[in-house]
C-alpha cells in the first residue's frame, strides 16, 4: 500500500520553543493531507486539513496562529508548534489518500512532550 | 452528543472468544464507514470498510445499519493478537478521507 512517513517520530522540548513536524507521503502525491491529534485514552482528533498551495483548513477550537500548517509541496506537509505549551503533549498523526475516495494511510505519528 | 460514539471497553476476552463492538453516529449524511485498528503508542491501519450489504474479512466481520445510524465489527474466534484498541471511523462524503473517529473500543484477549 501507499506509504505516509512522519518525523520525528518523537520529540522533547523545552516550554516556548516551537517544534516542526513533516509529513511525506512516499510513493504518491498529495494535495490534501490531514493533521490529527490524540490525547492519552482518547480519540483522534482532527485538527486540520493541509491543502497544497493554499491554505490549511482548522477545526473549531484549534489555533491556527499556534498550528502552523504549510503545504508546500504534494509530498509534503509541515505541522509547527509555536510556543509549546505542556498541554500541547500529545501524539500528532498525519494522513493522506493516493487518490479520492481511496483508503486513507496515516503517517507512523509525532510523539511531543513538552516540559 | 459525540459525532462518533462507541463503548470505550476495555474488554476481556478469552481466546477463542467471539466479540462484538458497536458504534454510532450522529449524521444522517455521513457515506462512508470504516474500523481501524490501533497498537499502543502506535498510528491507526485500516482493519474493514463498512458496506451496507456488510462485509466479511476471515474472522472479521463488519456491518452498516444505516437506519438506525450505527456500525458494527464482529471478531470470532479471538487471538491473543487481536488485543489492540478498534476505532470506528466516519466520512462525511468528502472525496478525500477527512475522518471522524470514535474513542476507540480497548479488546484484551487473555490466554
Known amino acids: 500500500g501507499a506509504v505516509v512517513s512522519q518525523h520525528p517520530s518523537w520529540v522533547i522540548c523545552k516550554s516556548g520553543t516551537s517544534v516542526k513536524i513533516e509529513c511525506r507521503s512516499l510513493?504518491?502525491?498529495?494535495?490534501?493531507m490531514f493533521w490529527y491529534r490524540q490525547f492519552p485514552k482518547q480519540s483522534l482528533m482532527l485538527m486540520a486539513t493541509?491543502?497544497?498551495?493554499?491554505?490549511?483548513?482548522?477545526e473549531q477550537g484549534v489555533e491556527k496562529d499556534k498550528f502552523l500548517i504549510n503545504h508546500a509541496s504534494l509530498t509534503l506537509s509541515t505541522l509547527t508548534v509555536t510556543s509549546a505549551h505542556p498541554e500541547d503533549s500529545s501524539f500528532y498523526i498525519c494522513?493522506?489518500?493516493?487518490?479520492?475516495?481511496?483508503?486513507?494511510?496515516f503517517g507512523q505519528g509525532t510523539r511531543l512532550t513538552v516540559v | 452528543r459525540k459525532e462518533v460514539e462507541q463503548d470505550p471497553g476495555p474488554f476481556n476476552v478469552p481466546e477463542g472468544a467471539t466479540v462484538a463492538f458497536n458504534c454510532t453516529y450522529s449524521?444522517?449524511?455521513?457515506?462512508?464507514f470504516f474500523w481501524y485498528r490501533q497498537d499502543c503508542r502506535k498510528e491507526p491501519k485500516l482493519l474493514m470498510s463498512?458496506?451496507?450489504s456488510g462485509n466479511e474479512d476471515g474472522r472479521f466481520t463488519a456491518q452498516l445499519n444505516r437506519a438506525s445510524q450505527y456500525i458494527s465489527l464482529l471478531i470470532r474466534d479471538s487471538k491473543l493478537s487481536d488485543s489492540a484498541t478498534y476505532l470506528c471511523?466516519?466520512?462525511?462524503?468528502?472525496?478525500?478521507?477527512?475522518?471522524?473517529f470514535g474513542t476507540g473500543t480497548r479488546l484484551l484477549v487473555s490466554p
Open positions: 494522513s493522506a489518500n493516493p487518490g479520492l475516495y481511496t483508503e486513507a494511510f
Open positions: 493541509s491543502n497544497e498551495g493554499s491554505k490549511a483548513t482548522y
Open positions: 510513493d504518491f502525491q498529495a494535495t490534501t
Open positions: 471511523a466516519v466520512n462525511l462524503n468528502t472525496g478525500f478521507q477527512k475522518l471522524v
Open positions: 463498512v458496506y451496507s
Open positions: 449524521n444522517s449524511a455521513s457515506q462512508s
